[in-house]
């Protein structure tokens, strides 16, 4: 984003500037696709291919916005105690790792940008 680039707003038609929490924690079918891809349609920490949902690694109003490296793609349902998804929101460890795994996939990213010029 370029944020020097700012020019003048057209009267009463500014755009909101900031995108509110529900927005920046919006996982977009792109995000999921790319999540989903990567998975190979199994869970990101345990292996299972059950009940497979997109979770947050980190929390959702840290976020500038929701990247496929912001989430994984954990066995769920969340509500259920005992699936990856009930883990990594529920518990500190689960987080920490969640958190982990984030890491792991920018420095990723970071290593594909450089391999590929
Ligand atoms: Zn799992």
Same mark, same amino acid.
């Given at each position: 984003?370029?944020?020097?680039?700012?020019?003048?707003?057209?009267?009463?038609?500014?755009?909101?500037?900031?995108?509110?929490?529900?927005? =920046?924690?919006?996982?977009?079918? $792109?995000?999921? /696709?790319?999540?989903?891809?990567?998975?190979? @349609?199994?869970?990101?920490?345990? +292996?299972?291919?059950?009940?497979?949902?997109?979770?947050?690694?980190? =929390?959702?109003?840290?976020?500038? $916005?929701?990247? /496929?490296?912001?989430?994984?793609?954990?066995? @769920?349902?969340?509500?259920?105690? +005992?699936?990856?998804?009930?883990?990594?929101?529920?518990?500190?460890?689960?987080?920490?790792?969640?958190?982990?795994?984030?890491?792991?996939?920018?420095?990723?990213?970071?290593?594909?940008?450089?391999?590929? +010029?």
């Amino acid at each position: 984003m370029n944020w020097t680039h700012n020019p003048v707003p057209k009267p009463g038609k500014q755009k909101r500037f900031k995108k509110t929490a529900k927005e =920046r924690g919006r996982i977009t079918a $792109e995000v999921y /696709a790319d999540a989903l891809d990567r998975s190979g @349609g199994y869970c990101e920490r345990c +292996g299972s291919p059950q009940h497979l949902e997109c979770a947050h690694l980190m =929390r959702r109003w840290k976020l500038p $916005e929701t990247t /496929a490296n912001d989430v994984a793609m954990l066995c @769920g349902p969340q509500v259920n105690t +005992g699936t990856c998804h009930d883990w990594i929101d529920h518990t500190r460890e689960g987080r920490e790792w969640a958190l982990q795994l984030r890491e792991q996939f920018w420095q990723q990213e970071r290593e594909r940008m450089i391999t590929d +010029g």
